[in-house]
């Protein structure tokens, strides 16, 4: 429940008035609104005695607050080490789906870095449907991806499976990735909230956007404003040719309902290397605010993955041809 008020003081007066044996609800005033963070409507007698001092109730507003344009009108920037990432900036991530080896990902950092890529991705952690499956290279992974993003000056982003390795990642890795599967992982996202560092939140295979806003919400809640939101692709009814539905519509949805940037993982989605770029340039159009992109120098080969990694020069040709695209919208 949102009021638009006249009286920045409302904030206070409501959590005086609400009843103290309910725990008090958060209440959040920006520009002259005050969100009721988790209370559907205020008594009655309340909502007289405020009369004077509301212009507005907006009562069908979704539930993430801190998350909300709403709240925060202006796109929110992210600055790493070597990147900008929202607003008109436009951010290219990519490398292997998992860390191989120390001279792979160097390898794959040098290329994509040509194309332009500022950020370095790579799975040391890798998340995968059978146990039985190459789980990623771990530590090992991690350190082999950290030395490769430095030689460079690159950003890394890897992602973070368990709470429990939350201090490790967190050791080498720029930017934590909050995968499809554990996009509601809310002891997760808490202990991202936590951290004063960028997260990739991937969207749920599943998940509707209220569902994603809300994941995003959770690291926003723990005090943690430095957010992107992936769209990489969503369970449909037709999941045969492709891996996902890359689901286009919710790159403007998402970015007028709130202000974290919004990128799209075109590879996930699409699942064989052939549809990837022209998903990537449908997400560009859509006014996506980067790419992430899986490339293989020997797809075949890959340890994960192989089908949807584009070569060091289709990738260089696809970056070519985004920019363009970005040039347009933007
Ligand atoms: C990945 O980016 O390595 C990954 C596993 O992505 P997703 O969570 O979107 O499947």
């Not at 008090?24 to 405020?50: C, T």
């Not at 900008?84 to 436009?90: A, L, S, T, W, Y």
């Not at 430095?150 to 909050?178: K, P, S």
């Not at 936590?194 to 599943?206: D, H």
Request: proline share 4%; charged share 20%; hydrophobic share 40%.
């Amino acid at each position: 429940m949102i009021l638009v008020t006249k009286n920045n003081n409302i904030a206070q007066k409501i959590a005086e008035k609400l009843d103290t044996k309910d725990p008090i609800k958060p209440v959040f005033v920006h520009d002259n609104r005050v969100a009721l963070a988790g209370v559907k409507s205020l008594p009655e007698q309340i909502l007289k005695e405020l009369s004077q001092d509301i212009v507005e109730i907006i009562t069908n507003h979704h539930s993430a607050i801190v998350s909300s344009r709403a709240f925060h009108p202006e796109d929110t920037i992210i600055k790493t080490k070597h990147t900008i990432i929202g607003g008109d900036h436009f951010v290219f991530m990519a490398g292997p789906d998992s860390i191989e080896s120390p001279e792979h990902v160097l390898k794959m950092g040098q290329k994509v870095k040509s194309a332009g890529a500022t950020i370095l991705r790579g799975g040391a952690f890798k998340p995968r449907t059978s146990p039985y499956s190459f789980q990623g290279n771990g530590e090992v992974g991690l350190k082999a991806h950290r030395a490769a993003a430095d030689t460079l000056g690159m950003d890394m982003v890897t992602e973070i499976l368990d709470t429990r390795d939350v201090e490790l990642v967190d050791f080498y890795t720029d930017i934590f990735q909050v995968g499809t599967r554990n996009m509601q992982n809310f002891a997760l996202l808490k202990s991202l909230g936590q951290k004063r560092k960028p997260v990739i939140l991937k969207r749920g295979m599943s998940a509707t956007i209220d569902d994603l806003l809300n994941a995003a919400e959770y690291i926003a809640a723990g005090g943690n404003h430095q957010i992107m939101l992936m769209e990489r692709g969503i369970r449909t009814y037709d999941n045969k040719y492709t891996r996902n539905t890359l689901d286009v519509s919710a790159i403007p949805v998402l970015q007028s309902m709130t202000h974290y940037p919004v990128i799209a993982d075109a590879s996930h989605a699409a699942g064989v290397a052939k549809f990837v770029s022209p998903l990537a340039l449908a997400a560009t159009a859509a006014g996506s605010q980067g790419l992430m992109t899986e490339i293989h120098d020997d797809p075949e080969h890959a340890l994960v993955d192989g089908a949807q990694a584009l070569t060091p020069a289709e990738f260089f040709q696809l970056a070519e041809k985004v920019r363009q695209i970005h040039q347009i919208v933007q």
